[in-house]
């Protein structure tokens, strides 16, 4: 099943993808993922190594901007009903806006609603760990991790103390 191309990010490691690189999607479906690995080739991965897997699967959270969208201007001519306004100051229970005669005025809130954009909420790959070690790793704790070489990475454990450990000890998931 063809689809839009995108990026997905590598979650678990292989011997052709690195975690944390984002990589090609060439097509998907419900239980696999076909990308450009590390050596451009086609290779067919279990989905669960990557994420996110579509634009649906990115979390967003919506904004407010520094626009208003007027919704009753039956008290005023100066204001159009539908129109995105500027808001350059605002107060409790007002806006300032640019209106139509090009002024700078005061109008209450409540004839209009803020503007709102969809922005993607940040995250970053963390470490999760899978095998303990007492006092040192917690079981599903996420830690930061900075990739080593030799099939390691360094996080800071439990102690506070900088470690490196096996890449196996963790999955990597977005956090």
Partial sequence: MN????????LSPTLTTTVGKSYEVITEDKHQIIVLNDKGFKTKF???RF?????EDIPMEEVPTNKATCINSAKYRSITKSKVY???KESKDFYYIINNLGKEARYSKKFFTRV???KEVPKSLKAVCVYTIKNELSFKQAYDFVEKPHNMVEVTNDKGVKSQYVK????????
Avoid: H, N
């Fill in 3 to 10: 689809k839009k191309r995108f990026m997905a990010t590598c």
């Fill in 46 to 48: 279990m989905r669960f």
């Fill in 51 to 55: 994420g996110p897997l579509s634009q």
């Fill in 86 to 88: 500027d808001i350059t």
């Fill in 116 to 118: 709102v954009e969809k």
């Fill in 168 to 175: 196996k000890r963790f999955e990597y998931e977005m956090v």
